[in-house]
């Protein structure tokens, strides 16, 4: 079983930065893609960006030139570089992991639904105040 958890949401100013960070733990894994979601007080939930095994990335309109997302596989960490953010990206910050107990699937495939992944984080706030 692997385990995601979130860190580095809080408490910003319109045009600041932020990083997040999903630590992955737990016996051995194959991740085939992982991507950030978020949801906003009322609203659904939505891709903000994917990145999967082959290093291709997604992002949603409203956050790319922006946003970068990025890996550490030393450490098992899944970062989201946020640049420039605005009220509008305020939300509950999520990490989701395709995973699988076997070899990577073949091809590029990007997943920007939710219901592709299985595993999901507790998510992190992230406040943007303007």
């Known amino acids: 079983q692997v385990q995601l958890v979130e860190s580095g949401g809080g408490l910003v100013q319109a045009g600041d930065s932020l990083r997040l960070s999903c630590a992955a733990s737990?016996?051995?894994?194959?991740?085939?893609?992982m991507a950030w979601f978020r949801q906003a007080p009322g609203k659904g939930q939505e891709v903000v960006a994917v990145?999967?095994?082959?290093?291709?990335?997604y992002y949603t309109d409203s956050v790319k030139g922006r946003s970068t997302i990025s890996r550490d596989d030393a450490k098992n960490t899944l970062y989201l570089q946020m640049n420039s953010l605005n009220p509008e990206d305020t939300a509950r910050y999520y990490c989701a992991a395709r995973i699988t107990s076997g070899a990577h699937e073949a091809g590029n495939n990007i997943y920007t639904r939710a219901d592709s992944y299985n595993g999901w984080g507790q998510g992190t706030q992230v406040t943007v105040s303007s």
């Open positions: 990145l999967n095994w082959l290093g291709s990335t």
């Open positions: 737990g016996r051995f894994f194959t991740w085939d893609a």
